[in-house]
């Protein structure tokens, strides 16, 4: 199938930016205030969910799934399961990122949710680009004059770094050091990452 979208309710600045990422074929889930991005980012819904404790109940002649208030799923990871029950092998994560860092942790945590489910997830917000890196690796190019790898849990092992100007061979990053802060692709390199154990957090910065 092809790509599911998902749009949150973080703010977000640069609409022309996400809407390149954006294609004819995917598919749109609009998660409650979510909805406040429909028009600047002039797509359509092709399901709306939501408790609807942040945006009046819409009348759309599309697809709704209305939540109760009190429950264990965000409004975003039941748009993620949503998703996957939908046959969706990749997610893309729009107004995901945002004021509320505990909202905001939460919607990186739904990338670790995806990887675990087989699939493919990645947060756009106004300032970076965030995907899992793992066994399969990754790659920056210069185009980023930033990327840095984070742990979310665990030790990272066989960490290897290339074409970057903090080359690593063979490293190890724990969860509690944010060893791989700030690094940058080499100029008219491709910056290639691998990890051999564990997954890390790939935040590829697009403007300083």
Not at 125 to 135: F, H, P, R
Not at 168 to 185: F, K, R, T
Request: charged share 25%; proline share 6%.
């Amino acid at each position: 199938m092809g790509r599911c979208v998902i749009v949150g309710g973080a703010d977000i600045e640069d609409y022309d930016r996400l809407r390149t990422a954006l294609h004819d074929t995917d598919y749109y889930i609009f998660c409650d205030s979510g909805l406040k991005h429909l028009e600047p980012l002039g797509v359509l819904p092709d399901l709306i969910v939501g408790d609807f404790d942040s945006h009046p109940v819409p009348h759309l002649p599309v697809e709704t799934i209305r939540l109760p208030r009190e429950k264990d799923d965000t409004d975003t990871m039941f748009a993620a399961r949503e998703a996957q029950r939908r046959g969706f092998s990749e997610v893309l994560l729009l107004g995901a990122i945002g004021r509320r860092l505990d909202h905001s942790l939460g919607n990186v945590a739904i990338l670790c949710w995806l990887a675990a489910q087989g699939m493919v997830g990645t947060i756009w917000d106004d300032y970076s680009e965030l995907e899992l890196v793992g066994q399969t690796g990754a790659s920056v190019s210069d185009g980023y004059p930033y990327f840095s790898l984070l742990n979310l849990g665990g030790t990272a092992k066989g960490v290897t770094i290339r074409h970057a100007k903090y080359p690593l061979e063979d490293a190890e990053i724990p969860w509690d050091y944010p060893y791989g802060v700030s690094n940058e692709p080499l100029p008219g390199e491709t910056a290639e990452i691998t990890v051999r154990e564990g997954k890390l957090l790939l935040v590829k910065v697009i403007r300083p």
